[in-house]
Nanobody, 115 residues
Framework: QIQLVESGGGLVQPGGSLRLSCLASGYTFSRYVMSWYRQAPGKERELVARISNAGGSTNEADSVKGRFTISRDNAKNTVYLQMNSLKPENTAVYYC????????WGKGTLVTVSS
């Protein structure tokens, strides 16, 4: 059974940092391109960052470049999203996504940026 389980969300003040993790199981993790998406209240889900299967290539949305970093550890079946200099507009549910032909989603973790 394929599972993606996100963790690390929570309440953080503006300017703070969080690191999200997504633990994958049930498939060959190293074959899959992994991504983080987010969905803010009243908005559509959007891509935040993506990393290639081996981790050698990453892409980040323009709105988070220089502040968010995606990485992965294939030995641990885990993808991370390091988020620095968080802003209130970064408040959203963050979802982990795995894609290799087929596509799978986690249930999400809520990040709230507020003072």
């Amino acid at each position: 059974q394929i599972q993606l389980v996100e963790s690390g969300g929570g309440l953080v003040q503006p300017g703070g940092s969080l690191r999200l993790s997504c633990l994958a199981s049930g498939y060959t993790f190293s074959r899959y391109v992994m991504s983080w998406y987010r969905q803010a209240p009243g908005k559509e889900r959007e891509l935040v960052a993506r990393i290639s299967n081996a981790g050698g290539s990453t892409n980040e949305a323009d709105s988070v470049k220089g502040r968010f970093t995606i990485s992965r550890d294939n030995a641990k079946n885990t993808v991370y999203l390091q988020m620095n200099s968080l802003k209130p507009e970064n408040t959203a549910v963050y979802y982990c996504n795995a894609r290799y032909g087929m596509e799978f989603w986690g249930k999400g973790t809520l990040v709230t940026v507020s003072s």
